[in-house]
Every structure is written in C-alpha cells, then in structure tokens.
C-alpha cells in the first residue's frame, strides 16, 4: 500500500449511548481525511443522534433497517460490508460488544458484523465504569479479540452518569488514529521506539531563555507512524503546545539535560530497538542562571550572556555499547546536503534525515532527503505524517537488512 493512508471506505456502526454524539464528529475527520463513510445506526442510537445529522456530515443516508435495501436483490446486509475497507463500531454498548460476541444478527448492524469476513474490524467500547467491569462484557471483549477485532478503548474519566471511571469512549481523534492505523503494514511489531522531538529551552533566568522554532510536530508524527506500525513507543519531548500523541508513552522536558537523562534512563530501563533523535535540541546553554528575574536598570549596558555547550545526545546514544539503530535529524538554513552528509558522519549513525528549517518549522508539512553510506534519497514535500510512514518503512527495511544499517 505504501507510506500513505488512500482514500478508503468506512462503514462506521453506531450504536445506542450518549457517546453516539461523538461519532458525528467522528464522521467529519474520517471524510476530511479523505475516507468515505456509510453510517449504519442501531434503533438505540437513533434516540440519541438522529440519523439527519450523520447523512449531512457523510453525504450518504444512514443504514438502519435490515427489511428495508436499497440493494436490487435485498442484501444490503452483504452489498455494505462487501464495499467496505474497514467496520467501525463507536460507539460499542454492552449489548451491541455480547451479540457480536456470539454471533447473533437480529438487527442490520449486527448482521454486519457477522456477514463481515476478513474485513479489519474495530470496536469502541462505550458504557458506565460497572457495566465495563462486569465479568461478562470482560469475557466477550476478549472473545472479540480472539476472533480479531481490534478494541480500542474505552478511556478513563467523568462519565454521562456521574460516575467515574473506564468506560468513556475514545475522543474522535484518537478513534481516527485507530482506524488509520488498521490499514498500516505492522513492520515493527515487538519493537521499541524511543523518540525525541521538539524544541529545548535553556533557562537563563526565571522568566528568559534559550529556545527555537520547532513545534515538534515531525516528532509527533514519527510517534504515531511508529505506533500504528505496531512499535512501542515512547516520546521525550520539549515543549510544545501540541496534546499527547495516543498510543506514545510521553516524558515532557525542558533543558537539553533533562532531555539527555530522560533518553538514557529509558535506554537503561528497557532494550531499545530504534531511537531517532527528531528534537532540535539547544547546542549551548547559559553558563550562569539566576533563580529569579535579572532586571533591566536605567542606564545601564545589557549583561554579557555566557554560553556553554549542551550534551550531544544523538552522538552519545550512538557510542553506547547497547546502541539501537539511530536516525538522525539535521534542520539546515542552508547547503542541505553538504551539512547533513558531514553531521551523518560526525554522529556516526547509519541514517540521517535532512531538512530546510526555514521551510519545515511549525508547518504541517515538510520535504526532506534521506542521507546514508550509499548516498541520498530525496522526499517531496508531503504531510508530516506521509513522510513519517517512508521513513519509518524505510528504517523497518533496514532493521531487517543489517547491510543497511552499517553508518560507516
């Protein structure tokens, strides 16, 4: 299939429960990002959502009736999941999760999720915290996933009820992580990703620093093409005005020290596969800080600021007797490929990712040129997620040829 998520088709179930509010919004990220959706509603949630709303947000009218086909030989039961790339089930009540459990089809979407076959499949549970407790509904979420279907959920919090506790259904966002990462080939399975990203920022005082532009966003993307490739993940990360990737194990820092212990306790903690060092970490810090704010006085010439040099992180991960395959990122201003070939050889990895700054912070999109022992590989501009699916398909291809992964 390649590094991109194509456009596919989703055949999104919804049963009865409060949470049938957020499949609408659901059905407006899954079309923005280019799927087609066909909305099927249970009786039950057509108390909660009514169908209008989703036929307006998917452009296509809502499947309810299992007498009542659209299809010229009455089998919409099998014409719809015959067309689908994907069933999504958001949310999942108790009653919907027991009867696909055992097989019953006694309305149109459970019949779907018999008539299903070999479809990815994907449920999200939504129910009170007891009801999700319950032994039964624990015993039929593990018979689902016996047969393949993939559980994602729920989340802990504030229920509906009043209550607290497992039971929420994923947000939209999330659940669209999910169901992209049903169509990603799990390359790296069982493998472990340590990820840096964003800026670092330097404390000179209580209130000023050192910092740049990264918005952390390639780091981000490169989290979740790892973790729908079935890694584990974690994400040490700078900071940034970006919210937790879902599936990423995140360890928020400040300086380019806290960001070099942090990335050597988790090496130390647990066997690491992969790190790839995407954060655009300081080179100096201040020599001296102050513990409050260093004020300006009338009349007087502006401190001198010393600076001393930050910790090479990527170098020293790399030097380690247990180093993972590391990949490296160079943000240039100019003479790309001259700067990042000499920084590929200087940090002694086997893989180095070379960009524009300028052209590449804060934005949504970047292009890029991937720079090894054999020479360079340039990527087009693309979404940051797009070219965070070829490189990491590209590390996953290397990892398995270890003629790839020499950085001499």
């Known amino acids: 299939m390649g590094a991109h998520v194509q456009a596919r088709h989703v ?3 919804v049963s009865g429960g409060i949470a049938a509010y957020k499949s609408c919004e659901l059905t407006r990220l899954l079309v923005k990002a280019g799927h087609t959706v066909q909305v099927v509603m249970t009786a039950g949630a057509a108390r909660f959502v009514a169908p209008l709303s989703f036929q307006a947000l998917s452009g296509r009218a809502v499947a309810d009736d299992l007498w009542t086909s659209r299809a010229a030989d009455g089998m919409d039961h099998i014409d719809l999941v015959r067309a689908a790339d994907a069933l999504v089930i958001a949310p999942a009540s108790a009653n919907l999760l027991g009867r696909a459990a055992h097989g019953l089809a006694d309305d149109l979407l459970s019949t779907l999720v018999v008539a299903r076959g070999d479809i990815p499949t994907l449920m999200a549970p939504a129910m009170n915290q007891a009801m999700w407790a319950n032994a039964a509904v624990r015993r039929n979420v593990e018979a689902l996933r016996g047969d393949g279907v993939r559980i994602a959920g729920p989340a802990s919090g504030p229920q509906a009820c009043g209550e607290v506790g497992a039971g929420r259904m994923l947000e939209p966002e999330d659940l669209l992580w999910e169901v992209e990462a049903l169509w990603q080939p799990k390359r790296l399975t069982g493998r472990r990703v340590l990820i840096t990203a964003g800026p670092t920022f330097e404390a000179w005082d209580a209130v000023r620093g050192l910092s740049n532009r990264s918005s952390g966003k390639m780091g981000w993307a490169l989290a979740r093409a790892a973790w729908e490739q079935g890694a584990d ?39 690491t596969d992969i790190f790839i060092a995407a954060a655009a970490v300081g080179d100096w810090r201040p020599a001296q800080t102050s513990s409050g704010k260093i004020k300006k006085q009338p009349g007087e010439s502006p401190p001198t600021l010393t600076l001393q040099t930050n910790p090479d992180i990527l170098a020293e991960t790399a030097a380690r007797a247990d180093a993972p395959f590391c990949v490296g990122f160079a943000a240039e201003a100019e003479e790309l490929l001259a700067n990042a070939r000499a920084k590929r050889l200087r940090k002694g990895v086997p893989l180095l990712v070379g960009n524009l700054g300028p052209q590449t912070f804060g934005r949504e999109d970047s292009a890029c040129v991937l720079i090894d022992a054999e020479g360079h590989r340039e990527l087009p501009r693309l979404p940051k997620l797009a070219l965070a699916r070829i490189i990491l398909e590209d590390v996953a291809a290397r990892m398995a040829s270890p003629t790839l992964s020499d950085p001499s």
């Open 11 to 13: 055949l999104l179930g």
């Open 233 to 271: 993940v974690t994400l040490v990360a700078g900071p940034t005005a970006l919210a937790p990737p879902w599936g990423a194990r995140l360890i928020a820092v400040e300086s380019a020290l806290q960001m070099r212990d942090a990335v050597h306790e988790a090496l130390d903690r647990a066997a």
